[in-house]
């Protein structure tokens, strides 16, 4: 994936915009918002007091109704709109309303700056639309959205528990980001020049999503860790993870899944490591670059039909070129909504140009025998004759009524019953002979006698 880059103001004039700005001899302050009908930040009858607040005030607009404040400034070609020391949006939400913040079609070169902490709390809405922020710290507190489009961001910020960070038509991260177990990111995309961890939700819709940049330098250090706990959810195709300028890493533990969309995701990025696990319950998952599978983590796949499941593709910098597996940790199956694999039904679960290693332990569904083969280019699961197993049992009345599942669809089996558990089976009494339906299941009712002795039964498969 191609990265952009935009010209933005040198970091040595906004940091002497800052210290020419702290030269002022204004009182700090607390001017909070007071027109609930919404208006201009320009505006000093908005605020109480009576004036619009500068680079040394703390500016709250947490008034209660539901209304939208707009930043209206003059700018001048590399100004710097340094407004507050720190600003509050969000009166609580609920009944107090919705409290929107809307920063919008600033100049290339000119920036918003909040010195110390922008707040955005519950029910607040910051929109930032093709603008640039310099905010010390940013935090997206419980119940707050910040909404950024084609805009870079100076600065950390966290999205704290309940807190919603969108990002739409390209964006620019320049800090550090935390997202807290809670807080949710849906990027497409955001581009990361600074180390990212994630203990909340990442979202991946369809499109590009999430940009690391990491050139070995200070000015581009992006990285992403996927916390315990943590949950990457690619919701669609052709959405994915991607590195840019040699140095960029991803390390997976926690839990990446994707739950959406028959075709294409891709993570294709220099350096990645999974000790958590990665699951592709349809469509499939390309994991490019140099991919380090770790012996605690994991692979899983849904299993939907013969033609609808997960697969990985291990490639090479391009989901053209194979690249190779070395293969670690466990690998998982789930049959999903009822499916059950006839009998010869081939799975092609991981494709590769070569492989090293092999999977500790393979988790597959129980009912259906597997055979599992490591090929030159593919690792496959086939379904063999089915496995029948008892499920449910009901008396009703003097009926006993049993079912199983885990037969070859369309198959004959045999129910035999005995009173003595210790007869060769040649010997059992064979009660009935029918076919498992079409999803390997089978009932079957049998009448009790009373004061006849105890009966056992088992399956026979002809």
Not at 100 to 109: C, E, K
Not at 184 to 200: E, I, K, Q, W
Not at 395 to 422: D, E
Request: with cysteine; charged share 5%.
């Amino acid at each position: 994936m191609n990265t952009r880059r935009v010209l933005f103001l040198p970091a040595a004039a906004i940091s002497a915009a800052f210290i020419l700005l702290a030269g002022l001899s204004i009182e700090a302050a607390t001017i909070t918002w007071t027109n609930t009908s919404g208006g201009y930040w320009s505006a000093a009858t908005n605020w109480s007091p009576n004036r619009v607040p500068t680079n040394t005030d703390n500016a709250l607009i947490t008034s209660s109704n539901t209304y939208t404040v707009t930043l209206d400034v003059d700018e001048n070609i590399y100004s710097i709109i340094t407004n507050v020391a720190n600003l509050t949006l969000g009166a609580g939400g609920g009944a107090a309303g919705v409290q929107t913040f809307v920063v919008t079609n600033l100049s290339p070169s000119s920036v918003f700056c909040v010195s110390s902490l922008l707040l955005v709390t519950n029910g607040g809405v910051f929109l930032m639309t093709n603008g640039n922020m310099n905010a010390n710290s940013l935090i997206i507190d419980n119940g707050g959205v910040f909404n950024m489009a084609a805009s870079s961001l100076y600065g950390d910020v966290t999205v704290a528990s309940g807190g919603v960070l969108n990002a739409t038509n390209f964006n620019y991260m320049f800090g550090a980001m935390t997202v807290a177990s809670g807080g949710v990111l849906n990027p497409s995309p955001l581009f990361l020049y600074g180390p990212a961890t994630n203990s909340g939700t990442i979202n991946l819709t369809n499109g590009p999503g999430l940009s690391i940049i990491n050139n070995g330098t200070t000015n581009a250090q992006g990285s992403l860790v996927n916390q315990p706990g943590g949950l990457i959810n690619f919701l669609g195709d052709n959405s994915g993870i991607a590195g840019g300028e040699g140095h960029d890493y991803f390390v997976n533990q926690g839990r990446i899944i994707k739950s959406a969309g028959s075709g294409l995701s891709v993570i294709d990025v220099e350096f990645a490591t999974n000790s958590g696990t990665i699951t592709a319950q349809t469509g499939q998952m390309v994991l490019a670059g140099q991919w380090t599978l770790l012996p605690s983590g994991s692979l899983n796949v849904g299993l939907n039909s013969a033609t609808n499941y997960g697969n990985f593709y291990f490639s090479v910098y391009s989901v053209n070129i194979p690249g190779n597996a070395g293969l670690a940790g466990a690998f998982n199956a789930t049959l999903n909504n009822g499916y059950v694999p006839t009998n010869g039904t081939p799975f092609n679960v991981v494709s590769y140009g070569s492989f090293t290693g092999n999977f500790s332990s393979l988790g597959l569904p129980a009912g259906v025998m597997w055979q599992s083969t490591y090929g030159s280019t593919n690792f496959t699961l086939m379904a063999k004759s089915g496995k029948p197993q008892f499920g449910t049992f009901n008396l009703s009345g003097t009926n006993l009524t049993f079912s199983g599942l885990g037969g070859s669809p369309g198959s004959n089996y045999v129910i035999l019953a005995s009173t003595n558990l210790t007869l060769p089976l040649i010997n059992w009494t064979a009660l009935t002979t029918n076919t498992f339906d079409g999803t390997g299941h089978f009932n079957y009712t049998n009448k009790v006698i009373p004061g006849k002795p105890q009966q056992f039964f088992i399956f026979k498969l002809p």
